[in-house]
């Protein structure tokens, strides 16, 4: 199987489908699954577009719109999470994820599906402390402050995600969890994006919520997007086997863990 990964897609399908194309046709296999790590951009018309947070100068309708009214279809199953530049409003009519065009579907504010095999889930939106322990109360038409608050991550999705058990393959967010930066490239990463030292010096680089859910579910694939860098990290997790010392006894081994951000 083959899986395609996106890490903010901007609005831009067409081109993404038509690298896609060609990696299939220079590389002689067939993408099975495409997945986006947020700023999807699923606008529909204007009307969407007065939902979206961000500078004038990017409200552009894109080429969602096309694959929304059917003048196009995705050619491969694509699986997104949302962003913090995304129309608010019609992602809030799917809460739980659902399909929003065809062969288009939104994992929700978090969710987890099964494809080939694989689990997948993800965490939509960004961290925010202020409104991490709020509930979502957000609704069109949305004020100033609301447009942005409205993608932020709320604690009761981390708390779902956390319930699961058993082994996930893979996880998509879309800032990155914290820490993450430690276990890669570190150095690299502040050449290219030098205001980013600071941040990592006092621990305000990615998302803590991502950072908990990492330490919890151990997924053996992380990707993110925002901030448009690429960087891979390997976590070596130390995970708790039980030993047969005693009942209460525990040993530890080291478990291997991937990442890919953008």
Known sequence: MYIAVEGCSHGELDTIYNSVTRLEQIH????????????????????????????????????????????????VLTIFIGGNHEASNYLQEFPYGGWVAPNIYYLGYAGVIRFGGLRIGGLSGIYKGPD??????????????????????????????????????????????????????????????????????????????????????????????????????????KVPVHSYKGRNSRDYSDDEWKSGHS
């Open 28 to 75: 002689g296999f067939t993408v099975d699954l495409l997945l986006c790590c947020g700023d999807f951009q699923s606008v529909r018309n204007e009307q969407d577009l007065k939902c979206m947070a961000c500078p004038v100068k990017y409200m552009e309708m894109r080429d969602f719109f096309k694959y929304h009214s059917g003048e196009k279809k995705a050619p």
């Open 132 to 237: 991490y322990l709020k509930g979502h109360f957000e609704k069109p038409p949305y004020s100033g402050d609301s447009v942005r608050s409205v993608y932020h991550v709320r604690n009761l999705e981390v708390f779902r995600l956390k319930q699961l058990s058993g082994e996930s393959d893979i996880m998509m967010s879309h800032d990155w969890p914290r820490g993450i930066y430690h276990h890669g490239p570190k150095e690299k990463l502040v050449k290219w994006k030098q205001h980013f030292r600071s941040e990592i010096e006092n621990s305000s680089l990615g998302s803590r919520a991502a950072e908990d859910l990492l330490k919890k579910l151990r997924p053996k694939y992380w990707f993110s997007g925002h901030l448009h860098v690429k960087f891979p990290a390997v976590l070596r997790h």
